[in-house]
């Protein structure tokens, strides 16, 4: 199993910046890919960006060249900074972990942004 926590939401102006943070614990040998994915109200949850266990990156559309993910492979940590912040940033954001075939997820921070 993989246990996931997040950290790092909250409240803050368009324009301005959050950064998440997220440890994963249990059998973190067994983790590739991890990411960070998000929901807001009455939409689907999607993909914000994601990093392979090499440190390959994929980002939505929507948050490219605004939103960076790292990875720290020794800490079992994920980072998601978020600079540029929009009012439609504003979602549950979840961190996400693919180990054994499987989709491990957090219990998701909330990030709002006010205009």
């Known amino acids: 199993q993989v246990r996931l926590v997040e950290s790092g939401g909250g409240l803050v102006q368009a324009g301005g910046s959050l950064k998440l943070s997220c440890s994963a614990s249990?059998?973190?040998?067994?983790?590739?890919?991890m990411g960070w994915y998000r929901q807001a109200p009455g939409k689907q949850r999607e993909l914000v960006a994601d990093?392979?266990?090499?440190?390959?990156?994929n980002y939505a559309d929507s948050v490219k060249g605004r939103f960076t993910i790292s990875r720290d492979n020794a800490l079992n940590i994920v980072n998601l900074q978020m600079n540029s912040l929009k009012p439609e940033d504003t979602a549950l954001y979840y961190c996400?972990?693919?180990?054994?075939?499987?989709?491990?997820w957090g219990q998701g921070t909330q990030v709002t942004v006010s205009s």
């Open positions: 249990g059998m973190t040998f067994a983790i590739n890919a």
């Open positions: 990093i392979g266990r090499g440190g390959s990156t």
């Open positions: 996400n972990a693919d180990a054994f075939s499987r989709n491990f």
